[in-house]
Nanobody
Framework: HVQLVESGGGSVQAGGSLRLSCVAS??????MGWFRQAPGKEREAVAV?????????YYHDSIKRRFTISQDNAKNVTYLQMNSLKPEDTAVYYC??????????????????WGQGTQVTVS
């Protein structure tokens, strides 16, 4: 079993930055993702990283070159560095995990484990 705990959310002005952290307890998984859900909208994948061997990362088009996902395998922490934040980035951000192959780790992956979410508000 994996428990995911997110932190780092908050309120920030447009153009500002935040860094989200996701601490995974229990057996680590090699495919980690960040998702977000805005009020009245479906949850969407923001960024995904395959953490085994050669790390691969994938990003939603709306956040490319603004957000960066990274992994500290020694600490079992997945980060989402968010720069140049926009009001449309306002959402609850969720961390997710699954053990899978590199080919199946991507924005369309059906993740198995989920955190409780952290609110990000950009004004």
């Amino acid at each position: 079993h994996v428990q995911l705990v997110e932190s780092g959310g908050g309120s920030v002005q447009a153009g500002g930055s935040l860094r989200l952290s996701c601490v995974a307890s229990g057996y680590s998984r090699n495919c980690m993702g960040w998702f977000r859900q805005a009020p009245g909208k479906e949850r969407e994948a923001v960024a995904v990283i395959y953490t085994s061997d050669y790390a691969m990362s994938y990003y939603h088009d709306s956040i490319k070159r603004r957000f960066t996902i990274s992994q500290d395998n020694a600490k079992n922490v997945t980060y989402l560095q968010m720069n140049s934040l926009k009001p449309e980035d306002t959402a609850v951000y969720y961390c997710a995990a699954i053990e899978t192959s590199r080919l199946l780790c991507g924005l369309g992956t059906a993740f198995r484990y989920w955190g409780q979410g952290t609110q990000v508000t950009v004004s």
